[in-house]
């Protein structure tokens, strides 16, 4: 009796799945269905832009004199423009360039925070004798950087020196990193 419930339960559930599964095909299938058309309506928008650049060179071309070079390089965006080679290559630069945008500011912020964290574990161990927080400090690195030539990351690397000294203060210390 065991086996033919199981045997039962097991039809069951692959009917269910069955259902499931051709329901799911038949969204997919109309998913598709839209994308082809507005694949063909994008395709027919770029045949009527193309059409109408045509027309725009040879438009250009029938007039002969200080526009005739014109009519050339409309021929040449015209050719560019509809073969999509320049979109795709637009598409992949701006991919490259955000990309590497995004790569350069997750390095530098990683190598901000390790200074920070430097800082932070500096003040601990020498029990705050600079008299100044690791926010003072940041404030700090970036108004001198603001002022003069140097660079935040170059300020907080003093800072680091300076930190390990417990006699160097406060206003000396202030004046250290300034004149540094």
């Known amino acids: 009796m065991a086996k033919q419930t199981s045997m039962a339960t097991m039809v069951a559930n692959l009917e269910l799945r069955s259902t499931q599964y051709k329901r799911e095909m038949a969204q997919a299938a109309a998913r598709n269905k839209q994308l ?6 994008t395709s027919a928008a770029g045949d009527m832009f193309g059409r109408s650049m045509r027309g725009a060179a040879q438009g250009v071309a029938a007039i002969d004199g200080p526009l005739s070079g014109v009519s050339g390089r409309v021929g040449a965006l015209n050719g560019l423009l509809t073969t999509g080679a320049a979109s795709w290559a637009l598409l ?19 190598a901000m925070e390790r200074q920070q964290l430097k800082i932070e574990a500096l003040l601990r161990a020498t029990g705050n004798a600079s008299g100044r927080t690791a ?16 660079s935040v990351a170059g300020i907080r690397d003093a800072q680091g020196v300076l930190l390990t000294f417990k ?13 540094s």
């Not at 992949?92 to 990683?110: D, L, N, P, Q």
């Open 36 to 41: 082809t058309c507005e694949i063909k309506s």
């Open 135 to 150: 926010q003072e400090l940041d404030e700090q690195a970036g108004s001198v950087a603001r002022n003069t030539l140097a």
């Open 167 to 179: 006699s160097v203060q406060t206003d000396v210390f202030d004046q250290a990193i300034v004149l």
């Open 92 to 110: 992949g630069e701006g991919v490259a360039g955000v990309t590497a945008v995004f790569y350069k500011s997750i390095r530098a912020a990683e």
